[in-house]
């Protein structure tokens, strides 16, 4: 179990931090930014689950999310493939996989692209899924970086996208491109 004693440490008062190993990185170092971007998303669907507390089935989807994303980030806090240490593993991978096929199920095909927008749920969920595509663009960046971790951004963030369209009455709100509609 995890035991916080102190928040302020002054340890990174010079520009480092300690990764879940004890080891001393620069807070520039890429592990560092795509920490931040998984913690960033995880935030952003903090937001977006104040929109959720009365859809229930939604809640307990983005709720499971944000524990993933504390796995993913206990993941990427370790460098190496330790045994030992808590890893992102493809259950987490097939369960978006999973939830995603009964979003798509929901809602009409596409005929254009969709604009970020429609229902506040929606633009939440929306903004969550540009974090989750920066989060995961960082972690690529991330030397012998688990390849789930990566994974499972890229999944999340079709997952995000799908959830906009349900919470944008399936669909129905949706604000769709219209190409060279402005010349």
């Not at 989807?61 to 504390?70: G, T, W």
């Not at 390849?147 to 995000?160: E, G």
């Amino acid at each position: 179990m995890v035991r916080i004693d102190r928040v302020t440490t002054r340890g990174g008062d010079g520009g480092e931090t300690s990764l879940g190993d004890g080891t001393r990185i620069a807070k520039t170092d890429p592990r560092i930014a795509a920490l931040g971007a998984v913690d960033e998303v995880n935030a952003v669907i903090g937001v977006l689950r104040t929109h959720t507390r009365h859809d229930a089935d939604a809640d307990a989807m983005l709720a499971r999310i944000q524990n993933d994303l504390f796995d993913l980030g206990a993941d990427l806090c370790v460098p190496g493939q330790n045994g030992d240490r808590l890893r992102m593993t493809e259950g987490p991978i097939l369960r978006l996989e999973a939830e995603i096929e009964a979003m798509r199920a929901l809602v009409p095909p596409l005929r254009s692209f969709v604009l970020p927008g429609g229902t506040d749920a929606a633009a939440h969920a929306h903004l969550a899924r540009v974090v989750a595509r920066r989060a995961e663009r960082d972690t690529l960046a991330v030397e012998a970086v688990n390849p789930a971790a990566a994974i499972y951004l890229n999944r999340l963030s079709d997952h995000l996208f799908l959830l906009a369209r349900l919470m944008n009455d399936c669909g129905a709100a949706d604000i769709v491109w219209i190409p060279g509609a402005n010349r």
